[in-house]
Every structure is written in structure tokens, then in C-alpha cells.
């Protein structure tokens, strides 16, 4: 932590990826969420980590989309995969990512999630799903607002500050630098 700034990180604040992957596959469920976009920096980052948690034997779970999602469901083909129920729309998506944090806290799981964006404006931690347009960071507000831990990684791109109002980003901590990125842990 650098003085007077509060949820920072500076390299080399590294963790290995054993460690990190040991405190992910602690949990008896992991759910994932992420970036849509399979070309994002921090999906190609997700795709260099996950098979570090190639040995875990507990469950899985995942929304439908592309990016992120996908590369989840590639390296666990078993997942319990959560999908959008007609009529598509914006309340649709939010309801997908309600079941899934809802499936990791009755699981006693654990929500890791891969933003490829800073957080907006207004998304904090909540008993009820609101993202503002990002359903990660709605995952994640959501997660922390009903007791699920949660393990965030900030791409290098994204900075080293967590990307989230104080509101938010007061329940984490930095725990490793891996992938191009930082990763946070709630608390």
C-alpha cells in the first residue's frame, strides 16, 4: 500500500500463481464473470490463468456469453452454465448474473471475476443486482453486498488503483500481481 492513497498496488507485489489458485480452489464452488469480448486484454489474461485451476474437482459455474465465459466453459466443460431467459433484454441479463451470485453464496463459494472496464459510476455493494450497464461489476457489487467472497483481477491497462467508487472498493484488498494484472480479494 503506498501512504496516503488508499487501495493501491505497486509491482513487484507478486503472488504466484499457486497461491492464488490455492485460495480460489479452497472454496467447495467457484462462480466466474467477465468480460464479453474475446480479444480484451484481460480475456487473454483469464486464458493464461485458468489453467492453473485445472485440478479442481468442485463446482463450477458461469454465465452464456462470449470472452470470459467462454473460456470458462472450454476449461470446465462440466459448468453449471447460467443463461439469459427470453425476452432478451437488459433486465434478462441482470437476472442471469443475480442466479449466479446467488448459486456461489448458497454454494459458500467464491465470484472471480475479469472487468475489462472500470467500474461506473453508481455500482456499489448491494443486496440487490445493479450494474449499470456492467455485469461483472454488478456481480461483484452484488457479491459483497450479500456476504460472497469475491477475487477481482485488474488488468495493468485498467491501472493499479481498484477501478471502483470508495463505496466498493473498501472491501478489498491486494493480495498479487500476475497476468499483466492486479489481483484484489474482498474482505
Known sequence: MVPGIKNTMQPPCYNSVNRLSAIIVSFP?????????????VSYSASKFLPSLKSYSGNVGVGCAKGVDHL??????????FTVQPPVNRKAFALRS????????SSSGILVAFPSVACPRGV????????MGSGTWG??????????????????SLGSVFPAS???????????????????LSV
Not at 32 to 40: A, K
Not at 72 to 81: E, L, S, W
Not at 98 to 105: A, C, E, Y
Not at 140 to 149: E, K, R
Open 124 to 131: 456499489t455493494p448491494s443486496k440487490l443486482f445493479h450494474g
Open 166 to 184: 470508495q463505496a466498493l472498493s473498501c472491501h478489498f484488498k491486494p493480495i498479487g500481481f500476475n497476468y499483466s494484472g492486479y489481483w484484489w
Open 29 to 41: 464452488a467457484i462462480g466466474f464473470s467477465g468480460s464479453r469480448h474475446p480479444q480484451s486484454l
Open 72 to 81: 470458462v466453459r472450454i476449461q470446465f466443460p462440466n459448468a453449471k452454465v
Open 98 to 105: 443475480t442466479r449466479l451470485v446467488s448459486w456461489v453464496s
Open 139 to 156: 456481480s461483484v457489487a452484488l457479491a459483497v453486498g450479500i456476504g460472497v467472497t469475491a477475487m477481482v483481477f485488474i488488468h495493468t
